[in-house]
């Protein structure tokens, strides 16, 4: 019979907890309880058909019924006589709730969170109310969070690293895990002024709250003897703040960009040249380089959609960059050393050239075969010097 069972009350009261509600009330929000309770019984005929069941169910309700309040209805049957059954069920208070679903510890919790905040900041009480159940996740560290917060607000614009704050219990690796709740309760709390709105993110944590941030940095090598900026022969492997690159302006006519660092470290000379090593998607190292809008730029990417998705990034700050060894003729040259890209991009890409474009499209849409991907540092050497040398 589908009547309504404990279970089912229970798990009505279990969903108010999963949606915060029950939680919420604590923090001045809408009172829930009492609250009645869905309940569906049986019905006339069944009441004659099924009594038995009727009897059981009546009893397994009544027998469960110490956190919620059954009220009865009288019922005048024909051939039963009067009958009590039940037709509401109430949950009176928020204890009883609590006890029903066995929250009592957990919903402690969270009011001592509610009280602690109240006191110290109480401007943050509209984020426990708002979130309960992330809240709820981080009773243990609530306390050192508000330290957190509470020495932000003292500290304008600090400028200094995360490793720098000195608190309690309080280190880098603790901010670092907890940065998205730090930054939504500092986005509620701060004043506007003392945010940068610009940076947005896991990785903009730092800047758009006023603390130092680690610095990007640039790794290149010389392809050039003759512009040697170390006084050795052949290591000229030299990795920089991305600061301290963009103030170098060097001599070269030629960049070149790849994602190996043994095709890094192996790249061949080339007069007035310069490799970079790579980092995949992004390139804020290098956007803000003007000296390189000026210089000749090849990307050296796989060829699978991720490479030419990169070349596609890379081409939003340097739009005349061209391609390196990305084109049909290596691809398919090199179809015995084909691997499997595991997680194809499909996104249309719209900084490719007509060539490249063919490609990409051969590749997410499987024409050529299965996911297939070309990696560099598969490409035949020879290879890579002829097309220097085609340049």
């Known amino acids: 019979m589908n009547w309504t069972t404990p279970a089912e009350l229970k798990g009505q009261v279990q969903k108010l907890w999963d949606r915060g ?4 009330s604590f923090c001045g929000g809408e009172e829930i309880f009492p609250r009645r309770l ?22 397994r309700l009544s027998g469960a019924s110490k956190q919620y309040r059954i009220v009865w209805r009288n019922v005048n049957h024909r051939i039963l006589g009067a009958n ?5 069920i109430w949950i009176d208070s928020v204890d009883d709730a609590l006890s029903l679903i066995g929250k009592k510890r957990a919903a402690g919790q969270f009011v001592a969170m509610v009280t602690l905040t109240l006191d110290r900041q109480p401007a943050l009480l509209s984020w426990l109310e708002k979130r309960p159940q992330r809240a709820l996740e981080l009773a243990e560290e609530w306390p050192r969070i508000l330290s957190i917060v509470a020495w932000r607000l003292k500290h304008p614009h600090p400028g200094i690293y995360l490793r720098q704050i000195d608190l309690p219990g309080v280190h880098s690796k603790f901010i670092e895990t907890h940065r998205n709740v730090l930054g939504e309760l500092f986005d509620l709390i701060l004043p506007p002024e003392e945010i940068d709105a610009t940076a947005t993110g896991a990785t903009g944590f730092c800047r758009r709250y006023g603390f130092r941030d680690k610095p990007l940095r640039v790794r290149f090598r010389l392809l050039d003897p003759t512009l040697a900026l170390l006084p050795t022969e052949n290591d000229q ?10 103030q170098l302006k060097l001599p070269v006519t030629k960049v070149f960009i790849t994602e190996n660092e043994i095709n890094f470290l192996a790249f061949p000379q080339v007069p007035e040249a310069m490799v970079i090593f790579g980092a995949g998607y992004g390139f804020d190292n290098l956007a803000a380089v003007e000296w390189l809008r000026n210089r000749v730029i090849h990307y050296w990417g796989d060829i699978d959609t991720h490479g030419f998705a990169i070349l596609n990034q890379l081409r939003c700050f340097f739009p005349r960059a061209a391609s390196l060894l990305m084109n049909r ?19 249309t890409l719209t900084r490719l050239t007509a060539e490249e474009s063919r490609i990409y499209d051969q590749l997410r849409h499987n024409n050529l075969g299965h996911q297939i991907r070309l990696e560099q540092e598969k490409i035949g050497f020879e290879w890579l010097v002829d097309a220097l040398g085609a340049l």
């Open 38 to 59: 869905t309940l569906k019984g049986p019905n006339s005929r069944q009441l004659s058909d099924s009594f038995p069941e009727v009897r059981d169910w009546i009893a």
């Open 84 to 88: 009590e059954l039940p037709a509401e």
């Open 329 to 347: 003729e290596t691809l398919m040259e090199h179809q015995a050393l084909w691997g499997v890209e595991p997680s194809p991009e499909t996104a």
């Open 21 to 24: 509600l029950i939680l919420s």
């Open 237 to 246: 492997d030299i990795t920089l703040t991305q600061s301290t690159f963009a």
